[in-house]
């Protein structure tokens, strides 16, 4: 079978690292990259890091508005697709390139599949969240990650072609764990650390919202690591917000994800907006802290393992000094064989189809 996968962002690079192999076992794999990101830092290291094999298109779309940005990806990945002619087209996540992506094949009648189904955070004032329900409205296999991802389709009326299959980040981080890479910020100081990501538009496009966040942050006086997304360095530059920072905030360039995964087993907690991180966060057994209002993945919050501070200041402090979960975390993203389960699904289901 020829699949035809659409990455573009940083954590799709992550998902395709994980499921690549898989795929590659009995099937043609062809691999488009639609340059939503395109920094070393943000692109090419996961590819050398990870040895994920070299995209066979580099559609170079690079930054721009919502509208445009989707609509040169769809321009550019139908010449891809028709020139192709693939038997399915994979998507990953909820960025502009999955809905890109996911249109186009569905309008060419290209069976779609649509790895991390089923997320909600129920606030559609998030780009993710848009991209999420049309995403999985127009798929034909949907491989669902936890059981409540499964739940939310089926409030949607979207039960034909859905699979549980676990998350293939628990996958990805597995293979990780083997073979992190230790930072270089990570000095031998046996010095206490927590680790901090932002880039959500919710918090990076509202200055207020940003500074209160960044603010409360350096006031903790706790020493945290910042890898700072290009777009929050960006709005923090512009506002001069960068400058008021002091000492115990380590702003550096985004990492690896071998490192970056370093970083948090070393962490003693995780400060994020990130989806992906709040997820390892909760399988590293890290008290995750989680600069949002809403969340779609809400089983490490009904854990316990998660909290919601949004971008609070009272909150945010509180839960840096004061938020220690214990106790056992069952196994709400599987048991590390997503992609296996996937590889499986594909074999028995396109078979199926007319
Ligand atoms: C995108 C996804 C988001 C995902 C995130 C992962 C959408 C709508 N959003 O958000 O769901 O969580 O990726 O990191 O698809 N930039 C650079 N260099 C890069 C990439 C981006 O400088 O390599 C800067 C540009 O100023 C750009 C901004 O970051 O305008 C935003 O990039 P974009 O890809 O549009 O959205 P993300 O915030 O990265
Ligand atoms: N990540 C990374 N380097 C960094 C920050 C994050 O490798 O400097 C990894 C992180 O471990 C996770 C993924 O990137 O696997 C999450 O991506 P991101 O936060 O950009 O997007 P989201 O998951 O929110 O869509």
Redesign the pocket.
Known sequence: MRILSIVG???QF?KAFALSSELRKKHVEILVHTGQHYDY?MSRI?FEELSIPEPDYNLGVGSSTHGAQTGRIMERVEEVIVRECPDLVLVY???NSTLAGALVAAKLHIKVGHVEAGLRSYDRRMP?EINRVVTDHISDLLFAPTETAMGNMKKEGITKGTYLVGDV?CD?LKIAKQKTNRPEIMADTGEKYLVA?I??AENTDDMQRLSRIIRALRDSNRSIIL?L?PRTKRKMGSNELIESINGNLKIIN????L???SL?TGAEKIL??????QK?AYILGKPCITMRETTEWIETVNAGWNVLVGSNRGKILNAINDFNPKGDRADIFGDGRACESIGEVICEQMKLFP
Do not use: C, L
């Open positions: 962002a940083r954590p992550i830092e996961f996540g909820d960025t993710e980040m990805a990501t880039h959500r890898p997304h985004p990492v690896g994800y490192s970056m995964i948090m994020t907006d990130s989806g992906g991180v390892e």
